[in-house]
């Protein structure tokens, strides 16, 4: 039952005096603060930190996430992000003290069964994405294209090249073009064609031997894929450069076609989103990286190496890699993540992700098959894993914006598609169900749709209606910013 | 498949619904030659209770710190994590959203992750903070790519030999690719050398990256190591031990410009290194270089009170190739762990945590130095870790013999300082008891050479 009232915030319920722990007595004999710490390192006041009891942290964090939508509770067609079913069991196996309360510098031979984990992890992945080396350490997707970037630069660094551009297409995400500014090479858009593929005369156009990477995402990101992308590889590789898949939608093609076999030197997966890792209201992620054998030196370290024993298999970290770029985070990487993948991986099998994949791709047509009509998809009739419908029709004929849309179906109780990306398409509503939805959701979405855009253009944009707060002002958020609670200004 | 709704009878009349004949005719658009035409080489399925199996039985070959007594530290700690963190955390409202770019129905992230950065700054006494990066080693790298743009310039970035390896090895790959000059301070005394910071310190560079309390769990003179680096125009990062702030002055109280954290000890489990907590916040008028998502307070168009994602054109799917940083998803679980974290201690709570891991830390360093094999391998005063030298030169047999008692006895230093190949960091938090640490220093001792001190401790192995 939500509580509308609960939305003060916790230093407006603190209270002095009030606290949620207690801790043990000390029980070791006690030294005197000025014998252990100089005072010029002291703290001169307690952290002026909320004073809460812990029933008063458990009633306002239980009422917050009331305002919260989430997969648990509704549909949650927000395209790109993958967000399908987060299995309970992963999170139960996830939590078994024996996987999570591991230190990293722990002895190897008290973690053998994570260490096989992991190294079965590296295994598969270079299964699905068929390529031939695994990188567990990036974060997240966004540090997997920049740990993959660095890879490629360090390779051209050896082999004597000066390579200075990255080549991205227009409909890429964000990521891809901040990435290759962070490994410091120029960034050089392609342009789509109208029929939302890599424009091949564009590409001709920019492609020299001053090119390091062409970065692509396949399936794109408006939900089709790139049916010439052997022949930009062919293309790319013959000046020399490298291939870079965005691996954010996996979902799409797993074990039905592989980066490697079309082309890719290197790709990243979000397991948070194609393994179902919970994305957690923005994270975490976890960015694995896969790339082809020549790039597999220039790795992070470390790996995970198994050695075959008389008593049998004996898992070890590698850090004995001559080439590899370094670190790009502290420690193995975002285990907890691999973890739950590891399991989703494992539960599903090869038929099973095979599964996924046609699900996915099923419901996905299915649902843009329904809404055409109303909301056209301008890339055609058919999509892989999500689609982008446009409303620049409803824009110019009734004034409905693509946001109004979004805006009200959170009315109907659900979550709103992706607006406005990719930006080659005007008013976009980039939709993937994933296939973690059943068909009676998909007609209850494509029929909220019609209601939707049958309803008078004033309702809309005022929409939404029921949520608990409407249409923030994101303009006077943004030139005065409020980043933190104050006594004065409250 | 449990999580599949589509039956065959489903499939049939969606496709026919659609208009193709088969599953494999939506796939049509992939160039027969790029099909894979085998299964996927990975093993067959599992149903829960094989799953449920096979993950029992990695477990079981793994030795988790609840079996052992851990010593651990280095950048990840056994600090006690709360039930009422995992509680909110497990709520599927929190862990099953993600980025809340609709505000009308992520107002419970946004509002948490409001007072996170409000936490963040009472607790650092910084002015303000994102909403959270990867972990402590990435978080020094962005921090120094934020300095690079705040100061425009590009010629050096100075670190310290006390500051985490694994931070300063991250730091060294973000800066190979943008070929900026890294320059390592000694610290062989366990901390900064302040002479030879003020020699290397110029006006190319960027800014100062230190840590405190060090790697080596010591403290720096971060009001000397402030003045060189303003004097020199740069900026003053510091990496701080949130747990830390129960004791020691707040980075905005000593001149940070921008203070970095693992945020791990805030009520995240260690789980083998990852997913952590990086912490950042900075003084205001860096907020517009800052990495990452930030969210506001603002209203709607009712006038209510409500907050939203904000200054979102410094962010990578606004602003590109221009972008602050790539960051996209971040450790929006964690903050929020962080967040219930500090508000089920308070100030009290987050005091004595801090002060029961420097009186824990203190009396097993004396017991532990009071080995005739052992001797502090520094002289500065520390807060929760510290170093031990062995006077055998025997380091992976000092951690041997405690792992025979079931004690991961601390961590090797050697792995990265071949100079203190002979030393050991200890790191001792709340949960250890004194006779957790009598055990670890009778598995270390000699009981034929010990000391009285330790003759005394014995007693309890």
Not at chain 1, 217 to 246: K, Q, S, W
Request: aromatic share 8%.
């Amino acid at each position: 039952m939500r509580n509308t009232r609960a939305t003060q915030l916790l230093f407006e319920l603190s209270h002095p005096g009030r606290r949620g722990s207690r801790l043990p007595a000390c029980d070791v004999p006690e030294t005197s603060l000025d014998e252990l710490i100089p005072e010029r390192h002291r703290a001169t006041a307690p952290t002026p930190l909320p004073e809460m009891p812990e029933p008063e942290i458990v009633r306002h964090y239980a009422n917050l996430s009331t305002f919260n939508m989430c997969i648990d509770t509704n549909f949650y067609p927000l395209g790109s992000c993958t967000m399908k079913y987060n299995s309970k069991r992963n999170e139960r196996l996830a939590n078994l003290p024996g996987m999570v309360d591991l230190h990293p510098y722990q002895p190897e031979s008290t973690i053998q069964g994570m260490l096989e984990l992991l190294h079965q992890m590296q295994q598969m992945l270079a299964e699905i994405s068929g390529l031939e080396a695994v990188s567990l350490q990036p974060a997240a997707g966004a540090q997997g294209e920049l740990t993959a970037l660095m890879c490629a630069a360090a390779y051209f660094r050896d082999l004597g090249e000066t390579r200075t551009k990255v080549l991205v297409p227009d409909s890429a995400h964000g990521t891809n073009p901040a990435s290759a500014n962070f490994v410091g090479f120029d960034t050089l858009e392609i342009k789509s064609t109208p029929a939302g593929y890599v424009d091949m005369n564009d590409l001709r156009a920019k492609l020299d031997e001053q090119v390091a990477v062409f970065m692509i995402t396949n399936p794109n990101t408006v939900g089709l894929f790139e049916t010439n992308v052997r022949e930009i590889a062919d293309m790319v590789h013959e000046l020399g450069g490298l291939i870079y898949c965005d691996g954010a939608n996996m979902n799409a093609i797993l074990g039905i076609t592989r980066p490697g076999d079309f082309g890719a030197d290197m790709m990243h997966f979000n397991p948070h989103k194609t393994f179902s890792g919970p994305h957690g209201g923005g994270g975490p992620g976890a960015g694995p990286i896969a790339v082809t054998g020549k790039l597999g030196p220039y790795l992070p370290s470390p790996v995970v190496a198994k050695d075959d024993t008389p008593e049998g298999p004996v898992y070890r970290l590698d850090f004995d890699r001559e080439k590899s770029i370094g670190r790009v985070r502290s420690f193995f990487g975002n285990v907890g993540v691999l973890v739950r993948a590891y399991c989703y991986i494992r539960t599903h099998g090869p038929d099973g992700l095979r599964q996924v994949a046609e699900n996915a791709v099923l419901n996905a047509n299915y649902l843009l098959s329904r809404v055409q009509h109303i909301l056209p998809v301008p890339q055609g009739d058919r999509c892989m894993h999500e689609f982008v419908a446009s409303a620049a029709q409803l824009k110019s004929e009734r004034g409905i914006t693509a946001m109004d849309i979004a805006k009200r179906l959170l009315d109907y109780g659900m979550h709103a598609p992706t607006v406005y990306f990719p930006l080659t398409v005007k008013e976009a509503l980039m939709v993937e169900p994933t296939e973690t939805e059943s068909k009676q959701t998909l007609d209850a979405f494509a029929e909220t749709l019609f209601r939707i855009t049958d309803e008078s253009p004033e309702l809309l944009h005022e929409a939404p209606h029921t949520t608990p707060i409407s249409r923030p002002d994101e303009v006077t958020a943004a030139r005065e910013p409020v980043l933190k609670w104050t006594a004065a200004e409250n | 498949m449990a999580y599949f709704y589509n039956t065959p009878q489903d499939q049939a009349e969606m496709l026919k619904a659609i208009g193709v004949k088969s599953l494999e005719e939506l796939f049509a658009s992939i160039p027969a030659p790029l099909q894979l035409d085998r299964p996927l080489d990975v093993p067959p399925a599992l149903g829960e209770i094989e799953l449920t199996a096979h993950l029992q039985e990695l477990a079981a070959r793994n030795t988790p710190a609840t079996a052992n007594v851990s010593f651990l530290g280095g950048g990840s700690y056994d600090h006690f994590v709360p039930a009422v963190v995992d509680y909110v955390a497990s709520r599927g409202e929190f862990y099953t959203s993600y980025t809340p770019y609709q505000a009308e129905v992520a107002q419970g992230n946004l509002q948490a992750m409001f007072e996170y950065q409000t936490l963040i700054c009472q607790l650092t006494g910084m002015d303000v903070s994102n909403q959270s990066l990867y972990d402590g080693g990435s978080a020094t790298a962005e921090a120094v790519l934020m300095s690079l743009a705040v100061t425009r310039r590009e010629g050096r970035v100075v670190t310290i030999g006390s500051v985490h390896p694994e931070y300063r090895q991250t730091l060294k790959t973000y800066l190979t690719s943008l070929g900026v000059e890294l320059v390592t301070v000694e610290a062989s005394g366990g901390t900064c050398d302040l002479e030879q910071l003020a020699r290397v310190v110029n006006d190319e560079t960027a800014c100062v990256v230190a840590q405190h309390p060090n790697f080596f769990g010591a403290l720096e003179e971060t009001d000397e190591i402030a003045k060189i680096a303003h004097d020199a125009g740069a900026l003053f990062v510091v990496a701080f031990d949130p747990i830390s702030l129960g004791v020691l002055k707040r980075p905005g109280d000593y001149g940070a410009d921008i203070a970095i954290a693992e945020g791990q000890s805030l009520g995240t489990p260690m789980q083998y290194g990852g997913p952590y907590l990086g912490i950042m916040a900075a003084r205001e008028k860096f907020v517009r270089r800052m990495p990452g998502r930030i969210a506001g307070q603002t209203v709607d168009r009712r006038g209510k009170r409500c907050w939203v994602l904000t200054l979102q054109t410094r962010e990578q799917h606004i602003r590109r190739s221009k972008a602050t940083s790539n960051i996209c998803t971040n450790q929006g679980l964690f903050a929020l762990r962080a967040s219930v974290y500090l508000s089920a201690l308070g100030p009290q709570g987050l005091r004595e945590v801090a002060e029961l891991c420097l009186q824990k830390a203190h009396y097993a360093r004396g017991q532990l130095t009071g080995l005739e094999r052992l001797e502090p391998a520094f002289a500065s005063p520390v807060f929760k870790e510290f170093v031990v030298r062995d006077r055998q030169h025997d380091v992976d047999g000092l951690v041997r013999a405690a792992l025979a008692e079931g004690i991961f006895a601390g961590v090797p230093l050697g792995t990265w300082y071949p100079e203190l190949s002979d030393c050991l960091l200890v790191a001792v938090t709340e949960r250890r008891t004194r006779q957790e640490i009598d055990q670890l220093v009778a598995a270390l001792g000699d009981r034929a050479s010990s000391s009285p001190s330790s003759a005394e401790t014995a007693s309890y192995a």
